[in-house]
């Protein structure tokens, strides 16, 4: 005991935690041992709770356990003075509040104190009762100490966030109530920034808790420029690439999704207001798109679309779509040449459901809508190039909910317009190329919230992200080598690109001439321009043709909706269109072929192209296998690949993939390729239960 003794008196010896001190004077070893501390804290928690577990135990069965109590008391005293030293270390890092540090530091002095005065009373027979009670003091003051150490690295609110009797505020139900700063940029903030810039933790020095701490800035300097997004040091932080060191939040930390990006950008442009309404910035789309997860929801639970309503809905000519997969709401578009009135009519089976509806382009006329005054749950809905007029927008006033509305070159008038606005709170009416005049518009607009947007282009001016590079060069697969070029569509914007499958950055090649692929390769491409936040990235694959297949065998017919089995080997893609003729369809049925080669070939990948399309029913594959063999020998499988088709979130999105399968290299003569159908969807899809498709338009052999 003599060694923890010594390192109790070493902490007696600091008197206050030293947090002025410049970390540039301290040896970095001492910061290094200081980050163990998080670690190390644990060991005399679990101990003591243990040992008091163990001693009561003891008290109550007669049966006490001296030998065992005592060294687990010495063990938890040893750890928790080297936790008290490690502690007081990482404090020298400084950004933590002083009061807050010195309390969480003596209790914890305190508690090892109390755990060592504990291991020799434990000696004492005579002090038994006061042991008890001492010992009881000891968790007590751990639970204290180990408060106000989650007060400095999480904030004071960390343990009662969730509290149910914590009173919550509540939240705005219509979006001209929102305040830009306290109900969209603070709860951000909060989320994302708070847990390491708060009154007790301030990494750089900088607190985000309020204006005049925001105002403040930290030891870097100011957080923000009012004006000017791109110059604030909060938004140079976010855009940094996520493994640089001065990126934030760090990495593992909860990010910034982009729309939080958007609207923080959008906050600080418009002047940084703390106390303007967020609507009273020039409103646009976006803006109020993205405010609509900031207000208070509708907790009414709306049940799912029956399957049998929702086949009846797709048979008479509508794509519908969930809006996020583990959702009811339903996004809707008529596919089909013209619509009638009773494919209008057929959407009251899912009102309840539909919140957007497309019919644009349609030939839709007057005596053929009447069955929107169903659909109350209706928050978008497009009907522009249609025939429609004034007696359209009758249809409509009744439908509260409805948000948006576009009939842009439609025959309606000032007088419908007029009518629908003063029945029901719309945020949007898009009313270019009607007989709506300007200037009536402009007086409506005076005495209304609706804007009503009268050209194409308004809304337009945000700053927003690129959109991903665009290839001009279609073709993915080659027998000799491919010029890839690409789209150069925005004026002055640079494309930095890779070919070795890693993400590019603004560091990687600049495209300044066609590419010339003659392998394998994996391009990526972001598009960058300044004062706008870099695209998504760009990810192509393209393939050498090592082998032609010209025998295979194939044990399930394609679907008689889409066949042909030779398309899987002719060497021409698909596009994200499954009715296009070039890809083969499977219902409910694997697709299993065996390769047929002349003579032993050598492979070594395998590559099986398909298409996700989940509101036609089509996923990708749950599973592919590859089989090989020779002359007078039975098939081996050498490679396999599972997929997460179930996953809700990826199956949301139409895309192709490339499914590559890596396999030791291989001479065979037959290879057989398994692609695994899921067989039935899955219970988030509006056809649970149902068949599901399987669409496949090449395997390739290299």
């Not at 109900?183 to 309020?210: F, M, R, W, Y």
């Not at 665009?470 to 000799?480: A, P, R």
Request: charge should be neutral; include cysteine; glycine fraction near 6%.
């Amino acid at each position: 005991m003599n060694f923890v003794l010594f390192n109790l008196f070493f902490l007696f010896s600091e008197t206050v935690v030293p947090v002025e001190n410049s970390i540039d004077n301290i040896p970095e070893f001492v910061l290094f041992l200081g980050r163990f501390h998080p670690l190390i804290l644990h060991l005399p928690i679990g101990g003591l709770l243990l040992v008091f577990y163990f001693d009561v135990i003891g008290r109550i069965r007669k049966k006490h356990t001296d030998t065992l109590v005592k060294t687990g008391l010495g063990f938890s005293a040893i750890f928790a003075c080297l936790a008290c030293i490690l502690g007081y270390f990482l404090s020298l890092e400084g950004g933590y509040e002083v009061q807050t540090t010195n309390i969480h530091m003596w209790t914890g002095i305190g508690t090892s104190g109390l755990i060592i005065l504990l291991y020799i009373l434990k000696k004492q027979e005579r002090y038994k009762k006061l042991f008890f009670f001492l010992f009881v003091t000891s968790i007590i003051l751990i639970g204290i100490t180990g408060h106000y150490g989650s007060v400095l690295t999480h904030g004071d609110s960390f343990i009662t966030q969730y509290s149910p009797l914590r009173v919550k505020k509540e939240k705005p139900q219509v979006i001209d109530s929102l305040r830009y700063f306290s109900d969209v940029v603070h709860p951000i903030l909060d989320a994302k920034c708070i847990q390491c810039h708060n009154a007790t933790k301030q990494k750089g020095e900088l607190s985000l808790i309020s204006e005049a701490t925001i105002l403040e800035g930290g030891e870097n300097g100011r957080a923000l420029q009012s004006g000017k997004a791109l110059n604030s040091r909060i938004i140079k932080r976010i855009l940094l690439p996520l493994e640089d060191e001065k990126h934030m939040p760090p990495e593992g930390k909860n990010q910034i999704t982009s729309d939080e990006i958007w609207l923080l950008k959008h906050w600080i442009d418009n002047g940084a207001d703390f106390n303007k309404k967020a609507l009273a910035y020039h409103k646009n789309d976006t803006l109020t798109g993205l405010l609509q997860n900031y207000l208070k929801k509708d907790t009414k639970i709306t049940s799912e679309a029956s399957v049998n309503a929702l086949n009846d809905v797709i048979e008479v000519g509508f794509l519908v779509n969930r809006i996020v997969a583990d959702q009811p709401y339903l996004r809707v578009k008529y596919v089909k040449d013209s619509i009638t009135e009773d494919a209008v009519t057929e959407l009251k089976e899912i009102a309840d459901q539909l919140v957007e509806l497309d019919l644009n382009n349609t030939l839709l006329t007057d005596d053929m809508t009447k069955g929107l005054r169903h659909l109350k749950k209706i928050k978008k809905l497009r009907l522009d190039n249609t025939k429609i007029s004034d007696a359209t927008i009758k249809y409509l006033e009744d439908l509260e909910d409805l948000e948006v509305l576009n009939i842009y070159n439609t025959l309606v008038g000032n007088k419908g317009i007029a009518s629908l606005i003063e029945k029901i709170n719309l945020t949007d009416i898009y009313v270019w190329n009607t007989k709506v005049d300007e200037s009536f518009t402009k007086e409506l607009m005076r005495s209304n919230q609706t804007i009503i947007h009268n050209g194409v282009f308004e809304g337009f001016t945000e700053i927003m992200p690129l959109k991903p590079p665009k290839l001009i060069t279609e073709q993915t697969i080659f027998s000799d080598s491919l010029i890839v070029a690409f789209d150069e569509q925005i004026f002055k914007a640079t494309i930095r690109y890779t070919l070795d499958g890693t993400d590019p950055d603004s560091t990687s090649v600049k495209y300044t001439k066609p590419i010339k692929i003659a392998d394998f390769t994996k391009l990526k491409a972001k598009m960058y321009k300044e004062n706008w936040l870099p695209s998504p990235v760009l990810e192509r694959d393209f393939f050498k043709i090592k082998h032609e297949v010209k025998n295979f065998d194939i044990v399930h017919r394609p679907s008689e909706r889409y066949p042909g089995a030779g398309k899987i080997f002719d060497f021409i893609e698909g596009s994200l269109l499954f009715s296009d003729g070039k890809w083969t369809g499977y219902e409910g049925e694997n697709l299993i072929t065996t390769i047929n080669f002349d003579e032993p070939r050598s492979i070594e990948n395998v590559s099986i192209s398909c298409l996700q399309d989940s509101g036609s029913w089509i996923l990708f594959p749950k599973m592919i296998e590859v089989y090989v063999r020779n002359e007078n020998t039975s098939f081996k499988k050498i490679s396999t690949s599972n997929y997460n088709v179930t996953n809700a979130k990826e199956a949301i999105e139409i895309k192709k993939k490339h499914f590559t399968l890596n396999v030791p290299k291989t001479d065979a003569k037959y290879i057989k390729v398994v692609v695994h159908n899921l067989k039935k969807l899955p219970s988030w899809h509006q056809g649970a239960g149902k068949a599901s498709w399987l669409f496949v338009d090449e395997i390739l052999i290299w």
